[in-house]
């Protein structure tokens, strides 16, 4: 037995370690995963090239429309997205959310600016400009954190917006969580966003974010997850926490989800499929912090664990 | 030669068979490779007619690429194709043609020879050979940089160019920002590390074509420039370079062809920012890299407008090659060209 699935590469390391643990533990079946990202995810999962998808900006609902026999959404894991910056001998930035919608609008401009002072009270803060670095390839992660800021900043809502390749007013472009990585490295002064395991095994800087409540957070596996379990899961499962209003959450933090069709043609595919998500949602979670991935909060792993068994 | 000579006489028919398989085979996979071509314009063509018709000729003109806004028009793209692939051009000729003439007058070769005298091993069996083979060698080093990846060049922009021209950067910009090639600060990739690093990616390019075009400069011009006294310089000057300048324009033309369409490592050094300035610390984009950026995640409907930029690069690229075949043919239709 043979599962094909593609979709967003944000999931990748942890998709792939439940299906490599899956596929030794079942010796019958054979998972491949390529991560061709979220938009090609969907796109191969409506023409129903792959036996399931994967999405970090979930599927629009007339895409879902387009989908025979119906589509399955499931949250199976989620993650936070960090601010990763290159300040010599600053190591604990806080930064208010005036001041980072400030920086990715491109109008707070120097490090020593008065609304990043205010939030860093005794920092050393350089008067150099800010480089900032942003995604240049289109990606969900990118959609996730301009949610975000068009959440926090009517500015931000109305030009950039939300879009998960948008037209950035400000900074360098990279390729990649690697890309902005390297260029956050090498350049001082700079300042990107990037995944959280990303920035955990590479061990960057990561700036304590100013919440809905006031409060400034670490990007933590418990903070992050703090974030999503304020999400509220309708019947599709397809919720996002853009502004979380729990006060000891991280704010930037979402879901991924994987594509399942709710009629599969063949039934005993559809059963290893199954068989392979009840694995994800519950011993599969126990992977999730190493590598860097929120585990999913019982009452929504609960709630998607029923909804598995849609998919026939 | 005497018709019944025993060694000539006419081809079997297996031979004739195999002669005109061999032809037809020759034939088929040429035609082949003009119909991939085709095939592949006209598929990229096809594709982008729906956002040829919506975006027209503004796609080409307008400065703002906005999916939220569903605005997509691509002039700092081409802005940045072309100012980045002639600049890395203008610094990739001097070098490569100068590293062409150092090669084809085999000045490693005298060096080596020179310093060989000095121990009295010029002539000795083994060491003998030493000149030639430490010329053998230099080519084969500046031929292997052709055979380096692209991405490996980005990577080693990033963390090798960019950090190495960072200070020069942010002095000349500190002292000479009046100047509009120093207009802006380098933040980190830009204009500038993308050009260095495309100028040694045309390097090996137009140093081989260079150097086989002025090593077939015929020896007699040389001898005869020699022998009205002129100094070695002033042949290689006067005589060596403009006989052998056709194949040396041809090598820079398909290096010219070679830096437009480069991808990878632009995409990770330019810094893919929409944004036209003449500034060289800038950051820019360019075509290749926002084909590169945005296809893997794109929707159907962007896959079209992409497809327009595709067309626009390929136009641009065909333009080149035409325009260089053009001169090319003008130019060595000189008498003494260097079709040796």
Redesign the interface.
């Given at each position: 037995m043979r599962l094909q699935g593609a979709g967003a590469s944000f999931p990748f390391p942890i998709y792939s370690k439940w299906f490599k643990v899956y596929s030794v533990a079942h010796q019958n079946v054979q998972i491949d995963y390529q991560s061709?990202?979220?938009?090609?995810g969907?796109?191969n999962f409506i023409d129903k090239t792959v036996d399931f998808g994967a999405s970090d900006m979930a599927m629009k609902p007339e895409e879902i429309a387009r989908v025979q026999g119906g589509a399955q959404l499931l949250p199976l894991t989620a993650g936070n997205i960090v601010l990763t910056y290159n300040v010599p001998g600053l190591t604990d930035l806080k930064l208010s959310r005036e001041a980072y919608a400030g920086i990715f609008l491109g109008k707070v401009k120097k490090w020593n600016d008065p609304a990043i002072a205010k939030a860093n009270p005794g920092a050393k803060l350089p008067g150099s400009?800010i480089?900032v670095?942003v995604r240049?390839?289109?990606?969900?992660t990118t959609f996730v954190f301009t949610q975000h800021l068009s959440a926090i900043s009517k500015e931000f809502a109305a030009?950039?917006?939300?879009?998960?390749?948008?037209?950035?007013p400000v900074?360098?472009?990279?390729?990649g969580n690697e890309?902005v990585t390297?260029?956050v490295q090498?350049?001082p002064?700079?300042i990107g966003y990037i995944e959280f395991g990303y920035a955990m095994t590479q061990k960057m800087p990561m700036a304590q974010l100013e919440n809905k409540s006031g409060n400034f957070i670490a990007p933590s596996t418990a903070s992050g997850q703090a974030a999503i379990a304020s999400a509220n899961l309708p019947d599709n499962l397809i919720a996002w926490v853009p502004d979380p209003p729990v006060k000891d959450a991280y704010p930037i933090a979402t879901f991924t989800w994987l594509l399942c069709y709710k009629k599969n043609s063949d039934p005993k595919k559809a059963e290893v499929l199954r068989n392979l998500l009840l694995y994800c949602l519950t011993d599969g979670q126990k992977e999730s912090e190493a590598l860097g991935y929120l585990p999913l909060p019982d009452a929504v792993a609960t709630k998607v664990k029923a909804a598995v068994e849609n998919v026939q | 030669m005497p018709a019944d000579n025993q060694i000539s006489r006419p081809p079997s028919r297996i031979q004739t068979a195999t002669d005109t398989a061999f032809r037809a085979l020759c034939q088929g996979f040429a035609w082949l490779a003009l119909l991939i071509a085709v095939f592949i314009v006209l598929k990229i063509i096809i594709a982008a007619l729906p956002a040829v018709r919506q975006y027209g000729l503004g796609f080409l003109t307008g400065r703002?690429?906005?999916?939220?806004?569903k605005v997509y028009s691509i002039l700092p793209e081409i802005w940045g194709t072309l100012y980045s692939s002639v600049l890395a051009l203008i610094l990739g000729t001097a070098f490569g043609v100068a590293a062409a003439v150092f090669l084809a007058e085999g000045f490693v070769a005298d060096y080596v020879f020179a310093l060989l005298k000095i121990f009295k091993l010029q002539f000795h069996p083994f060491w003998g050979k030493l000149p030639k083979q430490m010329d053998n060698l230099l080519r084969n080093l500046i031929e292997l940089l052709a055979a380096i990846p692209s991405v490996v060049y980005g990577?080693w922009g990033?963390?090798v160019v960019?950090?190495l021209v960072r200070p020069a950067c942010h002095w000349l910009h500190a002292k000479m920002g009046w100047v509009p090639l120093f207009g802006t600060?380098l933040?980190?990739?830009?204009m500038l590390p993308a050009v260095i690093v495309l100028s040694i990616m045309s390097l090996p390019t137009i140093t081989a074509i260079g150097r086989g075009a002025l090593v077939g400069v015929p020896s007699r011009l040389r001898m005869a420039a020699y022998g009205l006294g002129a100094t070695r310089w002033e042949t290689i000057l006067a005589v060596t370079i403009p006989t052998a300048s056709p194949g040396i324009f041809g090598g820079v033309v398909l290096a010219f062809g070679r830096a437009l369409g480069e991808t990878m490592a632009l995409?990770?050094l330019v810094?893919?920012?929409?944004v036209i300035s003449a500034s060289l610390f800038s950051?820019a984009?360019t075509l290749a890299?926002l084909l590169?950026?945005?296809f893997?995640?794109?929707?159907?409907k962007d896959v079209g407008v992409l497809m327009y930029a595709a067309t626009a690069l390929l136009a641009i690229t065909l333009l080149v090659n035409a325009a260089g075949a053009y001169i090319l043919e003008r130019t060595s239709s000189d008498p003494e060209g260097s079709k040796a």
């Amino acid at each position: 037995m043979r599962l094909q699935g593609a979709g967003a590469s944000f999931p990748f390391p942890i998709y792939s370690k439940w299906f490599k643990v899956y596929s030794v533990a079942h010796q019958n079946v054979q998972i491949d995963y390529q991560s061709v990202g979220s938009g090609a995810g969907v796109k191969n999962f409506i023409d129903k090239t792959v036996d399931f998808g994967a999405s970090d900006m979930a599927m629009k609902p007339e895409e879902i429309a387009r989908v025979q026999g119906g589509a399955q959404l499931l949250p199976l894991t989620a993650g936070n997205i960090v601010l990763t910056y290159n300040v010599p001998g600053l190591t604990d930035l806080k930064l208010s959310r005036e001041a980072y919608a400030g920086i990715f609008l491109g109008k707070v401009k120097k490090w020593n600016d008065p609304a990043i002072a205010k939030a860093n009270p005794g920092a050393k803060l350089p008067g150099s400009a800010i480089n900032v670095v942003v995604r240049a390839d289109a990606s969900g992660t990118t959609f996730v954190f301009t949610q975000h800021l068009s959440a926090i900043s009517k500015e931000f809502a109305a030009s950039p917006g939300t879009n998960d390749m948008p037209a950035w007013p400000v900074g360098t472009r990279s390729k990649g969580n690697e890309g902005v990585t390297a260029s956050v490295q090498t350049t001082p002064g700079a300042i990107g966003y990037i995944e959280f395991g990303y920035a955990m095994t590479q061990k960057m800087p990561m700036a304590q974010l100013e919440n809905k409540s006031g409060n400034f957070i670490a990007p933590s596996t418990a903070s992050g997850q703090a974030a999503i379990a304020s999400a509220n899961l309708p019947d599709n499962l397809i919720a996002w926490v853009p502004d979380p209003p729990v006060k000891d959450a991280y704010p930037i933090a979402t879901f991924t989800w994987l594509l399942c069709y709710k009629k599969n043609s063949d039934p005993k595919k559809a059963e290893v499929l199954r068989n392979l998500l009840l694995y994800c949602l519950t011993d599969g979670q126990k992977e999730s912090e190493a590598l860097g991935y929120l585990p999913l909060p019982d009452a929504v792993a609960t709630k998607v664990k029923a909804a598995v068994e849609n998919v026939q | 030669m005497p018709a019944d000579n025993q060694i000539s006489r006419p081809p079997s028919r297996i031979q004739t068979a195999t002669d005109t398989a061999f032809r037809a085979l020759c034939q088929g996979f040429a035609w082949l490779a003009l119909l991939i071509a085709v095939f592949i314009v006209l598929k990229i063509i096809i594709a982008a007619l729906p956002a040829v018709r919506q975006y027209g000729l503004g796609f080409l003109t307008g400065r703002l690429w906005d999916p939220h806004k569903k605005v997509y028009s691509i002039l700092p793209e081409i802005w940045g194709t072309l100012y980045s692939s002639v600049l890395a051009l203008i610094l990739g000729t001097a070098f490569g043609v100068a590293a062409a003439v150092f090669l084809a007058e085999g000045f490693v070769a005298d060096y080596v020879f020179a310093l060989l005298k000095i121990f009295k091993l010029q002539f000795h069996p083994f060491w003998g050979k030493l000149p030639k083979q430490m010329d053998n060698l230099l080519r084969n080093l500046i031929e292997l940089l052709a055979a380096i990846p692209s991405v490996v060049y980005g990577l080693w922009g990033l963390f090798v160019v960019i950090p190495l021209v960072r200070p020069a950067c942010h002095w000349l910009h500190a002292k000479m920002g009046w100047v509009p090639l120093f207009g802006t600060d380098l933040s980190g990739p830009g204009m500038l590390p993308a050009v260095i690093v495309l100028s040694i990616m045309s390097l090996p390019t137009i140093t081989a074509i260079g150097r086989g075009a002025l090593v077939g400069v015929p020896s007699r011009l040389r001898m005869a420039a020699y022998g009205l006294g002129a100094t070695r310089w002033e042949t290689i000057l006067a005589v060596t370079i403009p006989t052998a300048s056709p194949g040396i324009f041809g090598g820079v033309v398909l290096a010219f062809g070679r830096a437009l369409g480069e991808t990878m490592a632009l995409a990770m050094l330019v810094g893919n920012a929409n944004v036209i300035s003449a500034s060289l610390f800038s950051p820019a984009n360019t075509l290749a890299s926002l084909l590169a950026n945005a296809f893997p995640e794109a929707s159907p409907k962007d896959v079209g407008v992409l497809m327009y930029a595709a067309t626009a690069l390929l136009a641009i690229t065909l333009l080149v090659n035409a325009a260089g075949a053009y001169i090319l043919e003008r130019t060595s239709s000189d008498p003494e060209g260097s079709k040796a």
